[in-house]
């Protein structure tokens, strides 16, 4: 579905982000693994890529740094000299109520999820206006439709991603760039790890699927974003959350 394609794909050393980049690799894509803290787990991805027979290569960089995503996105041109699919997958959830919420997280939270978002769909879209082509899909998450107790910092983040898809969207269709948002629900992640049980346990039971998402659910949704299949969807916003109620 994708042979020959040139992907990055940000905050790709575990969880979501490595799902979508092996799933990406296996459909014969050159996977850009990218990531800021977890160099060896990327690394270890990579090879993995690599003893199957497939491309990958690795590139750090805070996605909230201009200067990092700038010299990035350099590396890219430079390399491989296009980009066709950018995943927008790095990011991060802090727990917190309201009242408790500090300046400094809220701050984190929307420089890494929104702003990361924002500098490299831009410095992406500097290349693929060129091609005339390009797939931008962004992680959002069904927080940032519905909201949740405790995560209006995560949630505002989330929420403000999915309207930089739509507008976007606009902007972009006219070069033949799609961009569209997938908001999974809950997922098998690290990020659920420290969930406690009975959360945990009230919140499978309002999926009416009867179970908690895995990486690879998502993945398969945003290969086909990036794909041709996919080439007259724009502006979307997809949730994957097996029906939940709640």
Same mark, same amino acid.
């Given at each position: 579905? &994708?042979?020959?394609?040139?992907?990055?794909?940000?905050?790709?050393?575990?969880?979501?982000?490595?799902?979508?980049?092996?799933?990406?690799?296996?459909?014969?894509?050159?996977?850009?693994?990218?990531?800021?803290?977890?160099?060896?787990?990327?690394? %270890?991805?990579?090879?993995?890529?690599? %003893?199957?027979?497939?491309?990958?290569?690795?590139?750090?960089?805070?996605?909230?740094?201009?200067?990092?995503?700038?010299?990035?996105?350099?590396?890219?041109?430079?390399?491989?000299?296009?980009?066709?699919?950018?995943?927008?997958?790095?990011?991060?959830?802090?727990?917190?109520?309201?009242?408790?919420?500090?300046?400094?997280?809220?701050?984190?939270?929307?420089?890494?999820?929104?702003?990361?978002?924002?500098?490299?769909?831009?410095?992406?879209?500097?290349?693929?206006?060129?091609?005339?082509?390009?797939?931008?899909?962004?992680?959002?998450?069904?927080?940032?439709?519905?909201?949740? %107790?405790?995560?209006?910092?995560?949630?505002?983040?989330?929420?403000?991603?999915?309207?930089?898809?739509?507008?976007?969207?606009?902007? &972009?269709?006219?070069?033949?760039?799609?961009?569209?948002?997938?908001?999974?629900?809950?997922?098998?992640?690290?990020?659920?790890?420290?969930?406690?049980?009975?959360?945990?346990?009230?919140?499978?039971?309002?999926?009416?699927?009867?179970?908690?998402?895995?990486? %690879?659910?998502?993945?398969?949704?945003? &290969?086909? &974003?990036?794909?041709?299949?996919?080439?007259?969807?724009?502006?979307?916003?997809?949730?994957?959350?097996?029906?939940?109620?709640?």
């Amino acid at each position: 579905m &994708l042979d020959g394609k040139v992907v990055l794909v940000t905050g790709a050393s575990r969880g979501i982000g490595k799902a979508i980049a092996l799933l990406a690799a296996e459909n014969h894509a050159h996977v850009i693994v990218n990531y800021n803290k977890n160099g060896k787990s990327a690394a %270890e991805l990579v090879d993995l890529i690599h %003893e199957k027979g497939l491309s990958a290569s690795i590139i750090k960089a805070d996605v909230s740094s201009e200067d990092e995503v700038k010299d990035m996105f350099s590396s890219i041109k430079e390399k491989h000299s296009k980009l066709d699919v950018l995943v927008n997958n790095a990011g991060i959830m802090r727990n917190s109520l309201l009242a408790l919420t500090s300046t400094e997280l809220f701050d984190h939270t929307i420089d890494v999820n929104l702003k990361g978002t924002f500098l490299c769909t831009r410095y992406a879209t500097n290349m693929m206006r060129k091609q005339r082509l390009g797939r931008i899909v962004n992680i959002s998450s069904i927080v940032g439709l519905q909201g949740s %107790e405790g995560q209006t910092a995560y949630s505002a983040s989330k929420a403000a991603v999915i309207g930089f898809t739509r507008s976007a969207a606009k902007e &972009l269709g006219r070069y033949g760039i799609t961009v569209n948002a997938v908001a999974p629900g809950l997922i098998e992640t690290d990020l659920i790890k420290d969930m406690k049980p009975d959360i945990r346990d009230k919140m499978l039971s309002s999926i009416s699927l009867g179970r908690i998402g895995t990486p %690879e659910d998502i993945a398969k949704v945003v &290969l086909f &974003l990036s794909s041709d299949l996919a080439s007259y969807v724009s502006g979307s916003v997809i949730v994957v959350d097996g029906c939940q109620t709640i």
